[in-house]
Structures are given as C-alpha cells and as structure tokens.
C-alpha cells in the first residue's frame, strides 16, 4: 500500500512538472490570443467574475455552509465546511508568501513596477484566485466526488477570467491550480481521514457490483 502511493506521488510530481514547464512555455502565445480576442460584454463578465472569485466571497461561503451544517446538526458537512475553510487559509497564506518571494509582476505591470514585491496590485506568481478557489473546492473531492467534479468549473472560470482580464500569465494561474491542490490533499489527510476511507470503501463496492 505504501509503496503504491510512492509510486501515484511520483507520477503526480512528474505530471504537474511538465504541466508548469509547458505552461511558462506557452505564457505569451496564451497572451498574445487573449488580447488578440477581446471584447467589451466579455471583458465585463470575466471582470465580474474576478472581483466576485477572490478568497472573501470564498470564506463567506464556506462559513455560512458550515453554520448551516452546524445549525443542523451535521457533524459530518460541518467538518468538510470547515476543512474547506482551513485549505483556504493555508492556499492563501503560502500563496501571498511566494508572491512576495517571487516578485513576478502581472502582464499589465510595466517595468518600473516590477519590484514593489509588497503590493498585492503587483504580485502574480501564483494566482491568488485561483490558489484560494481550488483549495477550497479542493478539498470536497475527498468528501463527494461528484459534487467536487461539478465545482471544478469554478476555479477553472476564476482563472481563465484572470488571463482574459489581464491580471496573471498562463503559468500563474497553473501553479496556482496545483498549490491549491496540494494545501487540499493536505487539510484532507489531516482533517477527512474517515471521509477518504468511506470513499475508498464506496469505489470497491462498486467496482464489484
């Protein structure tokens, strides 16, 4: 058993390398097409979905599902609720540190402005956005998969909306898909074990059905 997740854990780390590798790779083709395929209904919807995917609206909602759960005495979703909202801050705090760290100015950024490493206006490596969305929804691919499969749309419209608008690179929002996953799987190890192993249970059964 150990030694297969060693085995699914190296196959992860080779895919998502290549998938950043090819990511930074294609960052001005990606840019260049988006700026090349603009328009003003569609500009305003994606900045609309920016404004309203950061990591706030992300907290309000996990911490109003997580009273609702509470209020009905749902220990089960009330945990899931609340694992949702610990990714959250880890995906955030580690986000903002590696901004800081990198100093990758946004593709909007002119040069002059490059180094103000401390102003979230100029910082965008990783995504921000992304990072906090895909944490957060993340996390319920342990809980109900199929819920988890139908939010997935989510972080992908946040982060296709921050390469239309201007905000990251095709890399930025990438690595942020990535990071938002492994603060995910991490919250989830910890926090939904009994959660993984109903899951697990509910796959071998079907598997012989």
Known sequence: MKRSSVFYWLIGIVIAAITI????????????????????????????????????????????????AWWRGNKKWTRIFLSMLVALAIAGVVGRSIEIATGRARPSVRAEEVW?????????????????????????FFANRRVAVACLAIPILIGFSRIYIGAHYLSDVVCGIILGILSAVLVARVFLRQSIIDNQKSESRSRRG
């Not at 900045?47 to 309203?52: A, W, Y």
């Open 21 to 68: 590798a090819s990511a930074f790779y294609f960052d001005d083709a990606v840019r260049n097409f988006v700026e090349q395929h603009q328009n003003r209904v569609s500009r305003n919807f994606m900045r609309n979905i920016s404004l309203f995917g950061d990591w706030p609206e992300h907290f309000a909602l996990g911490l109003i599902l997580a009273g609702v």
């Open 116 to 140: 103000n490493r401390f102003s979230a206006k100029y910082n965008a490596f990783p995504s921000g956005h992304v990072t906090a969305s895909m944490a957060f929804f993340g996390v319920l």
